[in-house]
């Protein structure tokens, strides 16, 4: 068939009675392929080879090497940048990249137990793609809590406000990854599959460990003096933050026989002193009676 010998019987004795038996090397399965072919017949078209490539498992196994080595490199550059940026607020960053780590060398490992999944030289870099998305969540974190400090918040007030303003840009930011990895994931095949896995994986895991990990734990190392009282290398410096210090809340009162000219000075004064919930609230006011 199609120029190839499938099959070629041959006869031992004369059927004389009718009756024959069919007896050589073969099972139910080799009978069956057998069977399907000769049902089918040959194909009305012809295939040619147009390119040939055999890699050798060494080979394989120095890519998937370098693209480890590669992806561990990416995750020192990371701890190194958050190390320099947030001070002693690195520890966060590197406890959730190791529990991010674990969780997806886990999960990666019951699909290799369970269903025979092998990690490509592609689904290293949808991993290594992951060590950014993670990254990119602590950054837009970190920075709103800095930001509410820099509002006149303590430090407790501004990692749940800081939170709360984060975690709509972080599931936002989520959800295009996984979206791409899953449109990827259904549009292709190969091993741009394996890269759309692991980054929808990657991302997903990012999503998990920031809600029940980050925070959490974020709000834990905030009750310790040393973050607490706003230490230089703790990341919540207020002089590196660009802070002013509380001054303390007062208020001013003149007597009767106080002249204007000290009375001007004092108002100015208060004014000075007045924390930014008193300013707000005075400009609210100013504002309403404006409109009155």
Same mark, same amino acid.
């Given at each position: 068939m199609d120029g190839y010998v499938i099959t070629a019987p041959t006869t031992q004795a004369v059927i004389s009675n009718g009756s024959a038996q069919i007896t050589g090397s073969f099972d139910s399965v080799s009978s069956k392929a057998l069977a399907d072919s000769l049902k %089918?017949?040959? @194909?009305? &078209?012809? #295939? !040619?080879?147009?390119?040939? !490539?055999? +890699?050798?498992?060494t080979l394989g196994a120095e890519q998937l090497q370098a693209g480890l080595l590669a992806g561990a490199i990416g995750l020192i550059l990371v701890i190194i940048y958050s190390t320099f940026q947030y001070r002693?607020?690195?520890?966060?960053?590197? $406890?959730?990249?190791i529990v991010a780590f674990l969780i997806i060398y886990l999960v990666i490992t019951v *699909?290799?137990? =369970?269903?025979? %999944? =092998?990690?490509s @030289?592609?689904?290293?870099? $949808? *991993?290594?793609?992951?060590? $950014? &998305?993670?990254a990119d969540s602590f950054i837009v974190y970190f920075e709103r809590v800095r930001d509410e400090m820099r509002d006149g918040r303590s430090l407790s007030a501004a990692i749940e406000q800081g939170w709360k303003r984060a975690f709509r840009t972080i599931i936002v930011s989520g959800a295009v990854s996984l979206l791409a990895a899953v449109v990827l994931y259904v549009l292709t095949v190969g091993n741009v599959?394996? #890269?759309? #896995?692991? @980054?929808?994986?990657t991302t997903i895991?990012? @999503?998990?460990?920031? +809600?029940? #990990?980050t925070y959490p734990f974020l709000q834990l190392v905030a009750r310790l003096p040393f973050f607490s009282s706003g230490h230089k290398w703790s990341g919540f410096d207020a002089k590196n933050l660009g802070i002013t210090s509380y001054v303390g809340r007062g208020q001013f009162r003149t007597g009767a026989n106080v002249p204007t000219t000290k009375v001007a000075a004092a108002s100015k004064e208060a004014t000075k002193r007045q924390t930014i919930a008193e300013r707000k609230a005075a400009e609210l006011l100013a504002s309403s009676r404006e409109g009155k």
């Open positions: %089918y017949g040959s @194909l009305p &078209i012809g #295939f !040619e080879v147009q390119s040939q !490539e055999n +890699i050798s498992a002693a607020l690195a520890v966060v960053t590197i $406890g959730s990249l *699909l290799s137990w =369970r269903q025979g %999944y =092998r990690l @030289l592609a689904g290293v870099a $949808g *991993l290594i793609m992951g060590i $950014g &998305i993670t599959r394996g #890269f759309a #896995f692991t @980054l929808g994986l895991v990012d @999503l998990a460990v920031a +809600i029940m #990990f």
